[in-house]
């Protein structure tokens, strides 16, 4: 009986290797991988139905060829990720500028054939340097300020980096050397937090310096206390707006709102910054809403009262600006619209870009007259004031962020302080003319 089973196989082999000896492995790198530092993780995927009898990588540079690594065992998987580190710690030969990495994946299959990949990489071993300005930067919870630093080397990000927050910096205005980076101290910033001036490259290294702050204690702000009491006439509204499907108890149906939505919604705002553009849209102070009263400003701590219970506490991150009904809503400066939608418990919602992830918010509108991409004017009018969204009375919610992080515009409408801290450091063409 063995002899026809032999022949069986002999008849079958040129089928089964045309499926699977012959084969060639398919090998895939993931597409970020462009820059090796000292020890950079190249994770290779490599799909073969044979296994892999060999991997190795080989890097190129300047008609040289330096083998980086290789297996030690074939692997006998099909589908297996290859993981190992390249880059000068184990090629000390390799300079920084460019290269080209090199992998070939040999199958398991009987004739072993190879796979080659190649991409061009830049080498970057040496960290950027960067060195910030040695200005005195008061910090006070909840507003901004302006750095200005050098970054040389090679580098992919830069800034200011605020505990866990990061503000971009930009090329100088008008051509000049060196960076800038508006950046800002959060309301809830714990004191004693260093901001620092940074930049990264693409290899992982990462440097930094610490500005020179002061943080004068006593004169922080200080957050007032509010009671809200919420009638009933109030949640059904708003329950009725911003959860219309909901069931269950409306306290919890309205402290959902006000925790998760509103964090939602914040991060909704927050990812605006990337919808910046990189000069000054504006030459003039910001205003506020004229003839406006003020009914609630930036941090206020708010504790929400129902039937003289205490149910949620929130910060309130704007100022609450009212006039009449249904006023017309007025863009605070010069800039692009890059949101006009509602936004959750905002409601009708306008962001105003003015560049340099400087952004103005204006919500609770019934009414939006302009689109995302519109050019605005100081003071245009872009809609009407209302109660859509959290709100119980016709107000405008007027709030401020910096490359996402909400701050207290009153600095901005101040123009001794925009002179002292922006136009004083870079170029504000026009700035107060
Ligand atoms: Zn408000």
């Known amino acids: 009986m063995r002899i026809p089973i032999i022949a069986a196989n002999l008849l079958l082999l040129p089928l089964s290797l045309a499926l699977t000896g012959c084969g060639k492995p398919s090998l895939d790198v993931d597409p970020s991988l462009t820059t090796i530092g000292q020890a950079t993780p190249v994770p290779v995927h490599v799909q073969d139905s044979r296994g892999v009898s060999k991997l190795t990588a080989t890097l190129a540079q300047n008609g040289a060829q330096y083998q980086a690594w290789q297996t030690t065992a074939p692997s006998k998987s099909a589908d297996t990720t290859f993981n190992f580190n390249v880059g000068s710690k184990t090629t000390p030969q390799l ?109 992982g290294n990462d440097v930094t310096m610490p500005l020179t702050v002061v943080f004068p204690k006593k004169e922080q702000p200080v957050y007032t206390q509010h009671e809200i009491q919420l009638t009933d006439q109030f949640m059904q509204k708003v329950l009725g707006e911003l959860d219309p499907n909901g069931t269950g108890d409306p306290v919890e149906r309205f402290v959902k709102i006000n925790t998760e939505m509103r964090k939602s919604n914040n ?54 600006l009212a006039v009449t009904q249904h006023v017309g809503v007025e863009a605070s400066n010069d800039g692009r619209v890059v949101w006009a939608a509602p936004i959750g418990i905002y409601g009708n919602c306008i962001v105003v870009d003015h560049g340099y992830g400087l952004q103005t918010i204006y919500g609770h509108l019934s009414r939006i007259d302009v689109h995302e991409g519109d050019m605005v004017k100081r003071s245009q009018i872009m809609g009407l004031s209302g109660m859509t969204g959290m709100a119980g009375g016709d107000h405008v919610h007027f709030a401020m962020q910096l490359d996402g992080v909400q701050i207290d515009p009153k600095e901005w409408w101040d123009e001794h302080w925009i002179q002292d801290h922006v136009v004083r450091r870079v170029d504000l063409p026009g700035f107060g003319k």
Request: proline share 6%.
């Open 95 to 203: 300079r920084d500028g460019s290269a080209h990495l090199i992998i070939e994946a040999t199958s398991g299959g009987l004739f072993h054939r190879t796979t080659h990949w190649e991409r061009e990489i830049s080498v970057v071993t040496q960290p950027p340097v960067v060195s910030a300005d040695s200005d005195q930067h008061y910090l006070y919870l909840g507003m901004a300020d302006l750095a200005t630093m050098n970054v040389t080397g090679s580098y992919t990000s830069a800034g200011v980096r605020v505990g866990n927050q990061t503000f971009r910096a930009w090329p100088m205005p008008g051509g000049k050397p060196g960076l800038f980076s508006l950046f800002a101290f959060a309301w809830n910033m714990p004191p004693g937090t260093m901001p620092l001036a940074y930049a990264s490259n693409a290899a």
């Open 267 to 320: 991060k909704t705002l927050a990812d605006l910054r990337l919808k910046t553009v990189d000069r000054f849209l504006w030459h003039q102070p910001f205003t506020r809403q004229s003839h406006a009263q003020a009914e609630a400003t930036f941090a206020d701590v708010r504790s929400y009262i129902y039937h003289s219970k205490k149910i949620d506490q929130q910060v309130h991150l704007g100022y609450d």
